[in-house]
């Protein structure tokens, strides 16, 4: 590599040129900047304000800079604690068994030995299709102790559970997200399993290894990339926790307004009190990046 | 890297996906901005209200309601009045979307004219000056006498309308005892007619397998109806300030009864409002009272089918032998939308809406709605016997009750978020994690909270 002068034609563009890729970028550019960036960028300006009032029991309001104070109160509402506990217990153990799932599932569409892979590849992605609130309402009536023939199955088995008490329905949401994002979890993974040489198998094959010694010895190790990234991204979902907990509380009484991050900056808006809500729901923003950084770290580096 | 291309490509779809749910309260919370935060209290409703004329030409007003049938009723104004013409917008519930969207609009300032407003949300709306006074609108000072006392006590904020007139009263929800009269019968029970009765029956339904009813968490504002009942004001204002008085003896005393009901298991816990388990448990006489409002008639009739003919309905029972006290739970207003260039015009359409015996008979006709207006006491619908009922001439229940509900309750201005801490606070509590009264005990001090982070002064 010489370091002359280099040609003037690559330095000296003409103008319209050096623009034809924003123009090719405006369709993602515009409506990012006004549907992410302007949206984002006003929750944290509204985060850094509060509500001040002049004149009575009904007076006029005024919206004065307050520093990082909503963020201040976030942290020491009671319920700040509690919810981000829940859902990073919650994650802990659904990640986990969920992921377990999509891998063995991948694993076997994978194999040589396994039929009709089509067919199952579709219906294990087939939940993820169902919109969110109808899986949770349909899931609902499958738990309700009066209603559920689950229910009424172990009562006639001789055990009572209430799916919808104070102590199982954490579980029962878990069981609800992991029925949704097992199958696609597990297109992913399946799909990196896909595109492995074929002839890694074949060596592999040859030299003797069985279907259980190739599956934990070469294809795992092979697609931990996309394990990572399952993880981490089911680890944002989950502290985005919403639609499951908010439909539930119309039929449970353990779910509170508050029960997750996200359902606590919601009550907090829907209360008029948008500036702590704005505070909160930033807050998440900032766990949710902070996760996606650690994760492109995480990649790049085994990649790199 | 076959790998990361596709996998990558994947992951967007899923974080679209996945954020959506997220982006949409990021949404709900940013969506108010286009009026430029806050406003500096540049409008303001109260102190143009000192006029109120009519304006001049053709007027089109906007209105948003979700009761089942309106438009008929906007319908039959339309046809009358050229001049005047109302464009009707049909809306999710006011809790379940309206109020937030309202509100936004407010900010925007292309809110409608005219709004369905519940009683309970006035004062909210009133708060973020989202309201017109119409005190001096034409007519509206005369109609005061059309109406039940408490209601409009309430649109007036308690002052007989020294503080202006922010809503015409439509509808109420009067609170009685709906109950299986065939089990009652089969026991060799009576109507309860004091709540010392009331529990009494409860222990004599447990024996027979049933529940005298169920003690929901999602319908806080049915407590505040027993609250109401009990003279237990939850809020008061006082001066230049509010005080909150959620946590009494009064309410702590309802708090009392209702827990020991819990502690026992003569209520069913585990049913929230008007969920399908509810209606089942009515259906197959688990469950067999129900103390609810006028407009519940229609939600026993609809969901209980099997049941016809067999339940009945009592006056509220009485915490005093010899009382006469009735709660509401609901019922709501028409207001008149701060930013609206036709209040006299507006004022006027409200009037008609919840006062004209032709307006009145469809909105209790197609929406259910047991109208506000005393005239409207007098509907012929509302004087039958009623089949379901046993034939019995329910409403006159009603109207007595209607009668009797006090007249000095006062909402306060945050009360989604009160809501919000009895319906928390009660999850716990049927949980078995803390009684109502330390629910009561909270709430107080979050409201509390609540009023100051809307820097109102406030007094615990």
């Known amino acids: 590599m010489t370091t002359t002068t280099a040609p003037p034609r690559a330095r000296r563009r003409p103008a319209r040129q050096a623009l034809a890729p924003y123009a090719f970028l405006l369709p993602f550019l515009v409506p990012f900047v006004l549907f992410t960036l302007v949206p984002v960028g006003y929750a944290f300006w509204q985060s850094l304000h509060k509500t001040e009032r002049t004149g009575g029991t009904f007076g006029h309001t005024h919206s004065v800079f307050a520093g990082f104070e909503q963020y201040a109160d976030v942290v020491h509402e009671p319920f700040f604690g509690d919810s981000v506990v829940r859902v990073g217990v919650f994650a802990l153990v659904q990640i986990p068994v969920m992921l377990l799932l999509a891998l063995v599932l991948a694993l076997l569409l994978d194999s040589t030995v396994a039929r009709l892979k089509r067919f199952f590849r579709l219906v294990y992605f087939v939940p993820y299709g169902i919109p969110g609130v109808v899986a949770a309402v349909m899931w609902a009536f499958l738990y309700d102790p009066r209603l559920s023939p689950i229910v009424d199955l172990l009562k006639s088995a001789g055990t009572q559970v209430d799916l919808l008490g104070s102590h199982l329905i954490l579980f029962s949401i878990g069981n609800v997200v992991t029925w949704t994002y097992t199958g696609y979890n597990m297109l992913i993974l399946y799909s990196a399993l896909q595109a492995l040489p074929a002839d890694i198998g074949e060596a592999a094959r040859v030299d003797g290894a069985g279907g259980w010694t190739t599956a934990t010895r070469i294809k795992i190790p092979l697609i931990r990339p996309a394990l990572v990234l399952t993880g981490v991204f089911s680890l944002i979902g989950t502290f985005q926790l919403f639609t499951e907990p908010q439909v539930f509380r119309t039929i449970s009484t353990s779910v509170t307004s508050t029960y997750t991050p996200n359902l606590a900056a919601y009550s907090l808006a829907s209360g008029d009190n948008y500036s702590e809500a704005a505070a909160l729901s930033v807050l998440l923003a900032a766990v949710t990046f902070l996760l996606s950084f650690a994760f492109l770290r995480l990649t790049s580096r085994r990649q790199g | ?460």
């Open chain 2, 1 to 460: 890297m076959a790998i990361g291309e596709r996998t990558s490509s994947l992951i967007r779809t899923s974080l679209v996906r996945r954020c959506m749910v997220g982006a949409a309260v990021v949404a709900l919370t940013t969506a108010t901005g286009c009026g430029g935060g806050g406003g500096g209290g540049g409008k303001d409703g109260g102190a143009d209200g000192s006029s109120c004329k009519p304006s001049s030409g053709k007027v089109t007003l906007q209105y948003w309601s979700w009761v089942p049938g309106m438009q008929k009723a906007v319908d039959l104004w339309n046809s009358g009045h050229p001049d005047v013409q109302v464009e009707l917008k049909t809306t999710p519930a006011g809790n379940a979307g309206t109020y937030q969207n309202m509100s936004n609009a407010l900010k925007a300032g292309n809110a409608p004219d005219l709004g369905q407003v519940e009683y309970d949300s006035l004062a909210s709306f009133r708060l973020k000056d989202g309201l017109r006074d119409i005190a001096k609108c034409p007519g509206v000072d005369a109609a005061q006498r059309k109406f039940v006392d408490w209601t409009w006590s309430q649109v007036g904020f308690g002052a007989d309308g020294r503080d202006g007139i922010w809503a015409v009263p439509q509808d109420t929800g009067p609170m009685a005892l709906f109950y299986r009269k065939d089990v009652f019968d089969k026991l060799g029970l009576k109507a309860p007619t004091t709540w010392d009765e009331y529990a009494a029956d409860a222990v004599r339904l447990k024996k027979a397998g049933k529940y005298i009813t169920h003690f929901s968490q999602t319908d806080p504002n049915w407590f505040t109806g027993l609250l109401w009942q009990r003279k237990a004001t939850m809020f008061q204002r006082d001066g230049d300030s509010w005080k909150v008085t959620v946590d009494r003896p009064e309410s702590r005393q309802v708090a009392d009864y209702w827990q020991k009901l819990i502690d026992r298991k003569l209520v069913a816990t585990d049913l929230q409002g008007f969920s399908p388990a509810l209606y089942k448990s009515w259906n197959d006489g688990e469950v067999v009272t129900w103390i609810s409002a006028a407009w519940g008639y229609s939600t026993i009739r609809d969901n209980a089918k099997s049941t016809a003919g067999k339940w009945a309905v009592a006056p509220m029972p009485q915490w005093h032998p010899g009382d006469q006290q009735a709660g509401n739970w609901g019922g709501s207003t028409t207001a008149v939308l701060s930013g609206s260039k036709h209040p006299a015009e507006a004022a006027r359409f409200a009037l008609w809406l919840d006062t004209d015996p032709k307006a009145l008979e469809i909105l209790n006709r197609e929406g259910g709605l047991y109208p506000a207006a005393k005239a409207g006491l007098d509907l012929p619908a509302l004087k039958q016997p009623v089949d379901f009922y046993g034939k019995q001439r329910i409403f006159d229940v009603f109207a007595k009750a209607s009668a009797d509900v006090d007249n000095g309750f006062t909402w306060g201005p945050t009360m989604t978020d009160t809501y919000r801490f009895i319906s928390d606070g009660t999850a716990g509590a049927v949980g078995g994690k803390g009684t109502l009264a330390d629910v009561l005990k909270q709430t107080q001090s979050q409201s509390v909270d609540s009023l100051r982070k809307q820097s109102l002064d406030v007094t615990g």
